[in-house]
């Protein structure tokens, strides 16, 4: 079958090949699928999963802390010390199947506390605040091939994040409610951006996005829906679509927003118990969506930073330093909880208030591009992840 | 037709309505700088409006209707008064929404209006919580707008006085812990943590003033928020001590201001209530770092996603001898060669595109909802920035794939709606190259003429 993206892929191939030279079409052969979802406003990790096991815990935590596994509205208990959020049942259910873990008291090498910066640094991969311009993600897909028409990787959303822009060809999607533009205008807009780069790679890109999302009904439905839970849930089961397109994308990025609880977070319920309930849901259908799939993937979740230890003054937690990350999916070797745990203690806490970094960030994800998505570890070091070297990859991330 | 007649209309105005070229084309620069004259511009749609102490005094009232009711029900409020209160908020959001865009389509001042959606955007606040949908579009219009053209001190004051933004970085029940309120309740209940939020004071420091980079400390933070314990809102609640104050207007609370003297970047201020974080905020313009900050993201505004360095420089420079005086440093920008070298250097984001639509048809949308709906899926939801950082402005960040699809499709939307009333060619003649004026002439149909007019390069950039 022809369909619309071969016909305007065709129509706009000479006029995209002789913008961007150099392009190879070439694809690396690998199952592997990658989901990286970046919560946006430092999501905090002592909620995500809380150190019941620790003596201090119940004490710093006041209201905010959850009860303790077994009891009424308590953590899952994932081991000794640590108790998953019970709004991440789906989580847990991954967990107790060995195919999902926690990394607590991690962080990136950032060490202030502005969201922007903080975001910035876990997406550019340097060791500081604007030392690279493009993002860790986008550095790896060098080996990975792709190319324009022919993306390895994409952006759920509408502008591409930090960690996706760079020199490799990357595309993006988001769900529409504007009336479809015919096909003759948008063949003629493709002769149109001949000469403007800029113009001309966006279009192609977004052309073949247009093609995958379209195929399927489910993405009809979803142009209705918006905001939060459901947002999130719609946009995991569009990102299952294109992992499992034939020449699809294999790596996809998302992004979550309101994880910034200065205020009312709550603990079995609330703010925070909500969010992560959304974000449950939506983990669950990439799940269920991506099928077969799945044991080929890995996702990883993840925030700029974590929240103060302590309850501030309006029943929330400010911006902080270490936090946790989940990895779920079927590749990864899962069911363990990995921290060096600091302690809550007042001498332990970073600056006498956050939650002690003792795992890098970089180390977290230099283990998944070296062993589920195979980046060389000369790559990695040399361009992924320059100045990195006190950061070693983590190695039994992936089920070997 | 000169380049610097497409630059001062499109870069520091908000798109050409039909004719308004020929008018610039006489002198732009004087265009330009004779917008800045007299006070700030306050027109009909926006003067409709109502206060925000008005609008927060309503809203108070719906939920004590709601509590009334409720007395010996549930602590939940009814599904209905839910509803009751989720319609309000759309009311008032959509009429705010619809004033700014109205203003913005029909403005003869373009370029003053520019500025105020700047600074809207510098001290960006969010409809992401209740109950700012209802409030977010007056704090544009009274805390920016009436000091645009003056000194930023006193924009800065306003803006972090303004209820708004106290409500929206949480600042309305953040109390010094040995303030009165906050050592009798640290008393009674030693677990219960009455206490400092420090929202507010970061991103003033981060992102109004200072900038991250302008050499404060996390002990800055901590001070400066104590500093500003007390800066709330009146009548927050029917009874007790939160219910003192005019409602809805900013209200100093002596009971939760931290007392003492403080010191801030190595200066030390006085204990002396509501003046003390005054003179840190005006200390604060005054800051070089601030000068500096300001000066970038303007030049980024109106030169180049890369701002030339001499010219930051110079703005800065004119920022600290003037006092902070924002005409003077407009006056600067506008004067200089900088912003007048290169045409069509910005992709415009996808607020100042649909604007500028609106203008090419010279057509003042009467209610925003389809608006709305269409730039939210441009990513760019009038007042929803999603964080206290604003919207970004450069290319680089608006460059998505799915983000150019999404404004063919609007191209193309519009252009059904008004494609029998216009003629493409005519209306983008003067502005447009020899390869998109060829390619419209070549249009199968006077509605993909127009959607290839505001889906060309020369129309999305600025």
Same mark, same amino acid.
């Given at each position: 079958m022809v369909t619309r993206r071969d016909m305007l892929r065709t129509a706009g191939a000479g006029a995209v090949a002789s913008a961007l030279p150099g392009?190879?079409? $070439?694809? $690396?052969?690998?199952?592997?699928?990658?989901?990286?979802?970046?919560?946006?406003?430092?999501?905090?990790?002592?909620?995500?999963?809380?150190?019941?096991?620790?003596?201090?815990?119940?004490?710093?935590?006041?209201?905010?802390?959850?009860?303790?596994?077994?009891?009424?509205?308590?953590?899952?208990?994932?081991?000794?010390?640590?108790?998953?959020?019970?709004?991440?049942?789906?989580?847990?259910?991954?967990?107790?199947?060995?195919?999902?873990?926690?990394?607590?008291?991690?962080?990136s090498p950032y060490r202030e506390r502005s969201h922007f910066d903080g975001q910035d640094v876990l997406e550019n991969g340097g060791s500081d605040v604007g030392l690279l311009r493009d993002g860790w993600l986008n550095r790896a897909l060098a080996p990975l091939g792709g190319s324009l028409g022919n993306e390895s990787a994409i952006a759920m959303a509408v502008n591409t994040p930090l960690v996706l822009r760079g020199e490799n060809s990357v595309t993006s999607w988001a769900p529409s409610r504007l009336p479809d533009a015919e096909e003759s205008t948008i063949r003629r807009l493709q002769d149109l951006y001949a000469n403007d780069e800029f113009f001309a790679t966006r279009l192609a890109q977004a052309i073949n996005s247009q093609e995958i999302a379209e195929d399927e009904r489910s993405m009809q439905r979803m142009r209705s829906r918006t905001r939060d839970a459901a947002q999130v849930r719609a946009l995991m089961q569009a990102t299952a679509r294109f992992l499992t397109a034939e020449d699809g994308p294999r790596i996809a990025v998302l992004e979550a927003g309101g994880w910034d609880t200065h205020q009312n977070q709550g603990a079995t319920t609330g703010g925070l118990a909500n969010r992560l309930a959304g974000l449950d849901g939506g983990l669950t259908a990439l799940r269920d969506d991506l099928g077969s799939r799945w044991s080929d993937t890995v996702v990883a979740v993840v925030t700029e930073f974590g929240r103060t230890v302590h309850v501030n003054g309006t029943r929330g937690t400010d911006h902080g330093t270490a936090t946790a990350a989940i990895l779920l999916g079927g590749a990864v070797n899962g069911g363990r909880v990995l921290a060096d745990w600091p302690g809550l203690g007042k001498a332990d806490l970073y600056e006498g208030r956050d939650l002690m970094p003792t795992t890098d960030a970089r180390s977290v994800f230099k283990g998944i591009l070296a062993d589920h998505l195979e980046v060389p570890d000369s790559l990695l070091e040399r361009s992924v992840f320059p100045d990195s070297a006190a950061a070693p990859p983590m190695r039994d991330l992936i089920r070997g | 037709?000169?380049?610097?007649?497409?630059?001062?209309?499109?870069?520091?105005?908000?798109?050409?309505?039909?004719?308004?070229?020929?008018?610039?084309?006489?002198?732009?620069?004087?265009?330009?700088?004779?917008?800045?004259?007299?006070?700030?511009?306050?027109?009909?749609?926006?003067?409709?409006?109502?206060?925000?102490?008005?609008?927060?005094?309503?809203?108070?009232?719906?939920?004590?209707?709601?509590?009334?009711?409720?007395?010996?029900?549930?602590?939940?409020?009814?599904?209905?008064?839910?509803?009751?209160?989720?319609?309000?908020?759309?009311?008032?959001f959509i009429d705010q929404v619809t004033a700014r865009y109205r203003t913005a389509a029909a403005s003869d001042y373009p370029f003053h209006e520019r500025l105020v959606h700047f600074w809207s955007n510098h001290f960006a606040i969010s409809i992401d919580k209740q109950p700012l949908p209802t409030i977010t579009g007056l704090f544009e219009n009274e805390a920016i707008r009436p000091n645009v053209t003056g000194k930023f001190a006193d924009m800065?004051?306003?803006?972090?006085?303004?209820?708004?933004?106290?409500?929206?970085?949480?600042?309305?029940?953040?109390?010094?812990?040995?303030?009165?309120?906050?050592?009798?309740?640290?008393?009674?209940?030693?677990?219960?943590?009455?206490?400092?939020?420090?929202?507010?004071?970061r991103e003033i420091l981060e992102l109004h003033t200072l900038g991250v980079d302008g050499g404060y400390?996390?002990?800055?933070?901590?001070?400066?928020?104590?500093?500003?314990?007390?800066?709330?809102?009146?009548?927050?609640?029917?009874?007790?001590?939160?219910?003192?104050?005019?409602?809805?207007?900013?209200?100093?609370?002596?009971?939760?201001?931290?007392?003492?003297?403080?010191?801030?970047?190595? /200066?030390?201020?006085?204990?002396?209530?509501?003046?003390?974080?005054?003179?840190v905020l005006r200390d604060l313009a005054a800051h070089p770092a601030t000068a500096r900050f300001l000066a970038t993201k303007l030049a980024r505004h109106?030169?180049?996603?890369?701002?030339?360095?001499?010219?930051?420089?110079?703005l800065a420079a004119t920022y600290l001898e003037t006092d902070g005086d924002l005409s003077a440093v407009y006056e600067v920008l506008v004067k200089a060669d900088e912003p007048w070298r290169e045409i069509h250097a910005k992709y415009k984001t996808p607020h100042d595109f649909v604007i500028s639509t609106f203008r090419a048809f010279d057509h003042v949308p009467d209610n925003a909802r389809f608006l709305?709906?269409?730039?939210?899926?441009?990513?760019?939801?009038?007042?929803?920035?999603?964080?206290?950082?604003?919207?970004?402005?450069?290319?680089?960040?608006?460059?998505?794939?799915?983000?150019?699809? /999404?404004?063919?499709?609007?191209?193309?939307?519009?252009?059904?709606?008004?494609?029998?009333?216009?003629?493409?060619?005519?209306?983008?003649?003067?502005?447009?190259?020899?390869?998109?004026?060829?390619?419209?002439?070549?249009?199968?149909?006077?509605?993909?003429?127009?959607?290839?007019?505001?889906?060309?390069?020369?129309?999305?950039?600025?």
């Open positions: 392009v190879v079409f $070439a694809k $690396a052969e690998t199952n592997a699928r990658f989901v990286l979802v970046i919560l946006r406003g430092a999501a905090d990790g002592l909620g995500i999963a809380a150190p019941y096991g620790d003596g201090n815990y119940r004490k710093v935590r006041g209201d905010l802390a959850l009860p303790a596994p077994g009891q009424d509205g308590g953590s899952l208990k994932l081991d000794g010390m640590f108790g998953l959020h019970p709004s991440l049942a789906g989580v847990y259910e991954e967990f107790r199947k060995k195919q999902a873990l926690v990394v607590h008291a991690v962080a | 037709m000169q380049d610097r007649t497409i630059i001062a209309t499109n870069r520091f105005g908000l798109g050409a309505r039909p004719g308004d070229l020929d008018i610039v084309d006489r002198n732009p620069r004087s265009w330009l700088l004779d917008q800045l004259q007299g006070p700030s511009r306050f027109p009909a749609d926006i003067k409709s409006l109502p206060h925000s102490s008005d609008v927060l005094v309503d809203i108070q009232n719906l939920r004590r209707e709601e509590r009334e009711q409720n007395r010996s029900q549930s602590d939940e409020p009814t599904p209905e008064m839910v509803r009751k209160y989720a319609r309000t908020a759309r009311e008032h800065l004051v306003a803006a972090e006085q303004h209820p708004a933004m106290i409500l929206f970085l949480d600042n309305e029940r953040s109390v010094g812990p040995d303030s009165f309120l906050g050592r009798r309740a640290n008393r009674r209940n030693q677990n219960r943590n009455i206490g400092l939020n420090e929202n507010l004071a400390t996390q002990q800055d933070v901590t001070t400066f928020a104590k500093v500003i314990t007390g800066w709330s809102i009146g009548g927050m609640s029917d009874t007790g001590r939160f219910a003192e104050g005019e409602p809805g207007k900013f209200e100093f609370r002596e009971i939760i201001h931290e007392p003492g003297t403080r010191t801030l970047l190595g /200066k030390r201020y006085p204990q002396t209530g509501v003046d003390q974080g005054e003179a109106f030169v180049a996603d890369d701002p030339p360095a001499r010219l930051v420089d110079e709305i709906g269409a730039l939210d899926m441009m990513a760019q939801s009038p007042f929803r920035p999603g964080s206290p950082e604003g919207w970004p402005d450069t290319a680089e960040q608006w460059g998505g794939a799915d983000g150019l699809y /999404k404004r063919i499709e609007w191209c193309n939307t519009v252009a059904r709606v008004v494609g029998s009333r216009a003629r493409p060619v005519e209306l983008g003649d003067a502005v447009l190259g020899p390869a998109t004026r060829k390619s419209i002439a070549r249009a199968e149909s006077g509605v993909q003429g127009l959607t290839l007019l505001l889906a060309s390069p020369e129309f999305q950039r600025r």
